[in-house]
């Protein structure tokens, strides 16, 4: 089982909608949890950061974390063609907190 | 805001050049990663440091060397490259009282021939 699992893609959304992206992950310690966003040929940038259980919005973006499930979700809202991109979850271990395991991405397509 | 920036946006070397990747970051920060990143593969950890003249090996060390012989600075090498080296070379580093969030240089696009 892979530690850090993403919804498979490509998912497209039409321009204003909601792009709601998941991730679960198997390291039950995990503590950290992130969301990047890549654009094609670009470095990953960071976007969200939660690390405790419930939700966390800036501005049209919602990060929801569920230990207990061990799954952590991004909401994208009033969806824009500039949020096409890949986007990675990543996750905190136990053995190393320092060190990130990261899902393959979701790639998200926003249609105007 | 955090910086880390690395040596070149591009790279071509020929197979069995020595191939030097510098990385340096402005914040300080105590830890610093080696990732390559392949299509259909995702990020892949090289290695890892946490402090000066420490490192840990990723999960896909070979063929690699690192150095860090100052805080801010983390270089990845290539001892003989080859082929099924060419990849885009990502830096990132970060800092334990910001939740071990990673923030990433541009990247190096290796081509190696």
Redesign the interface.
Known sequence: QKEVEQNSGPLSVPEGAIASLNCTYSDRGSQSFFWYRQYSGKSPELIMSIYSNGDKEDGRFTAQLNKASQYVSLLIRDSQPSDSATYLCAVTGISYDYKLSFGAGTTVTVRA | DVKVTQSSRYLVKRTGEKVFLECVQDMDH??M?WYRQDPGL??R?IY?S?DVKMK?KGDIPEGYSVSREKKERFSLILESASTNQTSMY?CAS?F?ST?????????TRLTVT
């Open positions: 105590e830890n990663f995702g990020l950890l890892f946490y840990e990502l970060s334990e939740g071990y969030e990673q923030y990433f240089g541009p990247g």
